[in-house]
C-alpha cells in the first residue's frame, strides 16, 4: 500500500484505542458481571458529585462549542436535568433491582418463577451535539444504575464539552467502566460496528437508519431517539397569548436547537394573526428585542447549520410565505439568529417537510378540528406533541386519534425532564425508552427462572402421550375441537 492510500495515524490510532476499550470493558464485564446495589449506589454518587464540581466548567466549554450560550442555560437544561436523572435512580435503584415474583400456570402449581434484571453488559452511547451534556449522562446514569459499563460517542461539534467531560469521568471511573471516544474517531461506523449488547442513540431519523442498519449486523439491540416534526396544536378554546408565549419560549431556547421543541403550530385560521402577534410579543419580551450580543440568547451551532436555517426561510418566502423576524437579523459571522415566524406555510416548502431544529416556526391555518388531526396523521409520528386546550375531552380526543412519543399539555416539553416517566419515540421519531424504571427495564435483561418443586412431576408430560392425566388436561384447557372443520378442508 502506498503513502497515498494509507489511513491517516492520528484516524487509525483512534480506531485502535475504541477497539481496546471496548475489548477491556467486555472482558471486566466478564470478570464482573453484576455489580451490587452498593456498588452502583457509589457510582450514580461520584457521578453526580463530578457533575456539580464540574459545572462551570462544562458550560463554559459548552458556551465555546456554540459560539456563545448563556451559562445558565447550560446549567438548567443540560446539568440540572442530569443531577435530577441521578437522583430518581439514586432513590429508586433498590427497588428496581429486585427480582419480580411472578405466578406460573395452574398447571405447575407449586413451582415458582421469577424475573431477574440482569446487566446487558457493554453499552454504547452515541451522544448529538445540542445536549452534549444531558444526553450523555441520562443514558450513562441509566446504564450504570443497570449494573452495565459504558462506552461514550461524543460528537464532532463539541470538541470543548467532550475534553472536559473526559477529563470528569476519568478521575472517577476506570476506562474498562466507562470510557469517552470523540471527534478524533472520524468514521462513525467503527463506533456502531462493535458488538455492544445495547446502543442508545439520539439523533436524526437518517443517521438512525445507518445505526439501525449497522447495529443488526452483530443482532444489537438499540434505543433510538431521532425527533421530527413535532407539532403544538392550539385549540379556540384556549387564550391564544398564552400559547403564543409557550410556544415561543420552546422554540427559542438553546435557539431553537431542541428534539423536542415544537416544530410548527397548528392554529384556528381566525387566531393566525393574534398568534404570530403574540410570538413576536413574547420573543422581544423574553430577549430585549435583540438576539445579538444579547447574554440569554445561543448562537446557532455553526456556519453549515445556519445557512441550512436561512435556505429554508428563504425557500419560504419564494413560495409565497410571510416570514415575520422577531428581532433583528444579526451581522455576518454572528449566528445568533432570531425566531422568524413563516405565514402561510405549505406542504411543499422545505421548512414542512423537514425537522427544523433552529429557531424557525411555521404556522398552519386549520378550520376544524378533524382537519388538524388530519394533518398530524399524513405525516410520521414525531416525538412530541402539545396540546393547548382547557377542554378535557378536547383533549383527550386529540391524544387518542394521534401517535407521538410523548405529550405536554398546556405548555411544551416538561414531560422529557420528569424521570418517572419513560422517554422515547414511535415509529420515524424513535424506539424504545430510557429514564426512570422503564430505562432500567431497557438496559436489563429480564431472565426469567422457573424453579422446580423437588416432588413436582413434570415427567406426567413425557411421553408416551395419551396417559389420562394429559387427555384431562387437554380436554379442561382446549374444550372440544369442531369436528366439522375437516370435512370443510377435505371436501
Known amino acids: 500500500m502506498n503513502d497515498s492510500t494509507r489511513e491517516p495515524q492520528p484516524?487509525?490510532?483512534?480506531?485502535?484505542?475504541?477497539?481496546?476499550?471496548?475489548?477491556?470493558?467486555?472482558?471486566?464485564?466478564?470478570?464482573?458481571?453484576?455489580?451490587?446495589?452498593?456498588?452502583?449506589?457509589?457510582?450514580?454518587?461520584?457521578?453526580?458529585?463530578?457533575?456539580?464540581?464540574?459545572?462551570?466548567l462544562l458550560a463554559e466549554a459548552m458556551s465555546t462549542d456554540f459560539g456563545f450560550r448563556p451559562a445558565a442555560e447550560s446549567k438548567m437544561l443540560d446539568l440540572l436535568g442530569s443531577v435530577l436523572e441521578a437522583n430518581h435512580a439514586l432513590s429508586h435503584l433498590k427497588r428496581w433491582m429486585k427480582p419480580s415474583r411472578r405466578a406460573t400456570e395452574w398447571l405447575f402449581l407449586g413451582n415458582r418463577v421469577?424475573?431477574?434484571?440482569?446487566?446487558?453488559?457493554?453499552?454504547?452511547?452515541?451522544?448529538?451535539w445540542n445536549f452534549p451534556i444531558y444526553l450523555a449522562m441520562?443514558?450513562?446514569?441509566?446504564?450504570?444504575?443497570?449494573?452495565?459499563?459504558v462506552l461514550i460517542k461524543m460528537s464532532?461539534?463539541?470538541?470543548?464539552?467532550?475534553?472536559?467531560?473526559?477529563?470528569?469521568?476519568?478521575?472517577?471511573?476506570?476506562?474498562?467502566?466507562?470510557?469517552?471516544?470523540g471527534e478524533e474517531l472520524a468514521d462513525p461506523n467503527v463506533f456502531t460496528s462493535l458488538p455492544f449488547d445495547h446502543i442508545v442513540f439520539t439523533g436524526s431519523p437518517a443517521v438512525g437508519r445507518i445505526v439501525m442498519r449497522t447495529a443488526a449486523q452483530n443482532l444489537t439491540p438499540v434505543t433510538l431517539e431521532l425527533g421530527g416534526k413535532s407539532p403544538a396544536v392550539v385549540t379556540r378554546n384556549y387564550p391564544v397569548a398564552d400559547a403564543a408565549l409557550r410556544i415561543t419560549h420552546g422554540k427559542s431556547v438553546n435557539c431553537g436547537q431542541i428534539c423536542i421543541a415544537p416544530d410548527y403550530a397548528l392554529v384556528p385560521r381566525e387566531s393566525v394573526d393574534a398568534f404570530v402577534a403574540g410570538v413576536k410579543q413574547s420573543f422581544q419580551r423574553l430577549y430585549a428585542g435583540r438576539t445579538e450580543g444579547n447574554p440569554n440568547f445561543t448562537s446557532v451551532i455553526n456556519e453549515r447549520h445556519f445557512q441550512r436555517l436561512r435556505a429554508a426561510i428563504d425557500d419560504a418566502r419564494a413560495k409565497g410565505a410571510t416570514v415575520v423576524a422577531c428581532a433583528p437579523e444579526p451581522a455576518a459571522g454572528n449566528?445568533?439568529?432570531?425566531?422568524?415566524?413563516?405565514?402561510?406555510?405549505?406542504?411543499?416548502?422545505?421548512?414542512?417537510?423537514?425537522?427544523l431544529f433552529g429557531p424557525v416556526l411555521p404556522v398552519v391555518a386549520y378550520d376544524r378540528g378533524d382537519d388538524a388531526v388530519a394533518f398530524i396523521n399524513a405525516r410520521e409520528r414525531p416525538l412530541a406533541l402539545y396540546c393547548f386546550s382547557h377542554d378535557g375531552s378536547e383533549r383527550d380526543e386529540l391524544l387518542r386519534r394521534t401517535h407521538s412519543g410523548g405529550v405536554s399539555v398546556n405548555d411544551w416539553g416538561w414531560h422529557a425532564i420528569n424521570h418517572d416517566a419513560p422517554f422515547g419515540g414511535i415509529g420515524n421519531s424513535g424506539m424504545g425508552n430510557y429514564h426512570g424504571e422503564e430505562g432500567f427495564r431497557?438496559?436489563?435483561?429480564?431472565?426469567?427462572?422457573?424453579?422446580?418443586?423437588?416432588?413436582?412431576?413434570?415427567?406426567?408430560?413425557?411421553?408416551?402421550?395419551?396417559?389420562?392425566?394429559?387427555?384431562?388436561?387437554?380436554r379442561f384447557f382446549l374444550k372440544e375441537g369442531d369436528a366439522a372443520l375437516g370435512a370443510k378442508a377435505h371436501p
Open 11 to 56: 484516524a487509525l490510532a483512534a480506531v485502535e484505542r475504541v477497539q481496546r476499550l471496548f475489548g477491556a470493558q467486555r472482558a471486566a464485564c466478564l470478570a464482573q458481571p453484576y455489580p451490587g446495589l452498593a456498588e452502583r449506589r457509589s457510582r450514580l454518587l461520584a457521578l453526580k458529585r463530578q457533575i456539580q464540581r464540574y459545572q462551570d
Open 114 to 128: 421469577d424475573v431477574q434484571y440482569q446487566p446487558k453488559g457493554v453499552v454504547g452511547v452515541i451522544v448529538p
Open 138 to 149: 441520562g443514558p450513562l446514569v441509566t446504564a450504570l444504575a443497570a449494573g452495565n459499563r
Open 156 to 181: 464532532e461539534f463539541t470538541p470543548a464539552t467532550n475534553a472536559v467531560l473526559t477529563r470528569l469521568l476519568a478521575e472517577i471511573f476506570d476506562e474498562d467502566l466507562v470510557a469517552v471516544v
Open 335 to 355: 449566528r445568533q439568529l432570531p425566531l422568524h415566524v413563516i405565514v402561510g406555510a405549505t406542504p411543499e416548502m422545505t421548512v414542512m417537510k423537514e425537522e
Open 442 to 474: 431497557e438496559l436489563s435483561h429480564a431472565k426469567t427462572v422457573f424453579r422446580r418443586h423437588r416432588w413436582f412431576p413434570t415427567q406426567l408430560f413425557y411421553p408416551p402421550y395419551g396417559t389420562r392425566l394429559q387427555q384431562l388436561a387437554l
